[in-house]
Nanobody, 115 residues
């Protein structure tokens, strides 16, 4: 069964950058689109970015131009490069397939953007 482990979160000032990693225990990138999701306190989990096996990407309007989703097949890892971070980006970030599968949710990684 596939397991996804997120890492790379932390505390960063507004305007700063972070790169999140999502390591997969199984090889699913060749047949499944992947996505980054986030959940802020008291809010619904939302889709941030997606990446298809053939390389197509989509981004939420709120992060377009600032975030980039990518993958390294050799490391079986999906990344989310986050630039020009805003306080509104503060959330727990998760990776999952897209559409998501409930059994794939990991613990996520906390991103806090604060001055």
């Amino acid at each position: 069964q596939v397991q996804l482990v997120e890492s790379g979160g932390g505390l960063v000032q507004p305007g700063g950058s972070l790169r999140l990693s999502c390591a997969a225990s199984g090889s699913i990138f060749s047949f499944s689109a992947m996505g980054w999701y986030r959940q802020a306190p008291g809010k619904q989990r939302e889709l941030v970015a997606t990446l298809t096996p053939h390389g197509s990407t989509n981004y939420a309007d709120s992060v377009k131009g600032r975030f980039t989703i990518s993958r390294d097949n050799a490391k079986n890892t999906v990344y989310l490069q986050m630039n020009s971070l805003k306080p509104e980006d503060t959330a727990i970030y998760y990776c999952n397939s897209h559409p998501f599968l409930s059994q794939y949710w990991g613990q996520g990684t906390q991103v806090t953007v604060s001055s």
